[in-house]
């Protein structure tokens, strides 16, 4: 393939649409219509400096908390929402209309802006005006959007907003049990026990626990993992009852082709989780262990094969990096070199998205390259120097860079 990666077309007839490879530690796959990519948990220049929280989800530092500051950053985010309002050149009025929230949240969510996210949607519960469609998902956007704030979050925080999205997708099912996104709102729930697994692995991994505490820790992250797969698989298995319905679409029928994309984006979503839950079982096991071998031996084949099922489109290859990180720990570090070795040299045709897949798979290279049991530090330099070159965009950093 010699390092080209496709330049994001989607499934069978989804024209004008582009996989969108998200932001965080674990990268997301997402079906999004239009020609650019989105940016989740990278803000633009212009939002940089406005959050008194820092760039990625506009959080209250603990140093500066107190009444008074809490309350007044209370009425900023409120009087930020309008600000960005008018940066965005948008009318009061448009943000009720159903296409004008939605691209209204999505903006706020793309530059990090999830409390004042949070604080819109919130508002927007009371408006007369507001376009019936949107209403009918508040809760469900409510609870992506605590979602989308994970990876910025300390191990504590994260697991207040992981009850509160819990709650968001509980509601919008239960007052919506026929609605489009369902099966989406199930997907996240599915994931959600994910993120509990992983609270869990890494509360064990605290230095105050005994051996007791860490092994009791780890028996309850290895159960919500496999009660996570469980309930992924039998979403995959909804998922791909309801694509049949959109075998036949018109491609001029934008409502129709926008639930197909969805449809679409969750099924590969859910289908990374269900590879990925035995990855995180692996890690509950003793590394190097008959246990830890076998579920990432089987993890890596399950990325594997969704690879080869997708590998025409950008999306696919998050499966292809999955994969080289199973062989990692495995200590297989030749396999995952020359699978990360595909993915990281750029080519003059890259767009955003293929751009974002080889800083990812650049990060995981280095991650390898340095490891005491390989040392291969010419390797790194080189590998680094021409991501820097080629690839880096301002602002960007890797976190290998102060070890090379």
Known sequence: ??????????????????????????????????????KQGMMSQLFATASPYGKSSCRPRKKETGTGRMQNWRGTRRLLVGWIVVCLGLSASSLFGGERS??????????G??????????????SP??????????????????????????????????????????????????????????????????????????????????????????????????????????????????????RNVDNNDAKLVKERDQVRSDILQTRRGLAKTGFYIAGTYEPGSAENKKY??????????????YKRWLGGYVFHIEEARC????????????????????????????????????ALALQTYLLPQVKKYQEAWNLYSDWEKKIQRPGEALDQVPMI
Not at 5 to 31: K, S, T
Not at 231 to 236: G, R
């Open 296 to 309: 990432l031996e089987e993890s890596a084949a399950q990325f594997s094969k969704y690879y080869w099922k």
């Open 129 to 246: 005006t507001l376009d019936k469609s949107f209403q009918e998902v508040l809760d469900y956007e409510t609870g992506l959007t605590l979602v989308q704030s994970l990876p910025f979050l300390s191990l504590k925080e994260r697991e207040k907003r992981l009850d509160e999205a819990h709650r968001a997708f509980r509601k919008f099912m239960a007052d919506h049990p026929q609605h489009q996104l369902e099966a989406s709102a199930n997907m996240h729930l599915g994931n959600l026990l994910i993120e509990q697994g992983q609270v869990k692995s890494e509360s064990a991994r605290k230095t105050d626990k005994t051996p007791e505490q860490k092994e009791r820790l780890l028996r309850e992250a290895r159960a919500i993992f496999q009660e996570a797969k469980k309930a992924l698989t039998i979403v995959d298995d909804l998922l791909i009852q309801q694509q049949r319905r959109y």
């Open 113 to 126: 802006f999830y409390d004042v996210a949070l604080d819109y949607l919130e508002a927007m519960r009371n």
């Open 102 to 111: 939605q691209a209204f949240l999505d903006g706020l969510r793309d530059r």
């Open 327 to 362: 062989y990692k720990e495995l200590g297989n570090y030749d396999k995952a070199l020359a699978i990360l070795k595909e993915l990281t040299p750029a080519q003059p045709e890259d767009n955003e998205g293929a751009r974002r897949i080889r800083t990812t798979a650049t």
């Open 1 to 38: 393939m010699s390092g080209h990666l496709p330049r994001a077309p989607l499934p069978e007839g989804v024209a004008g649409g582009r996989f969108w490879i998200g932001g965080g530690p674990h990268p997301q796959i997402v079906v999004i219509r239009g020609e650019e990519f989105g």
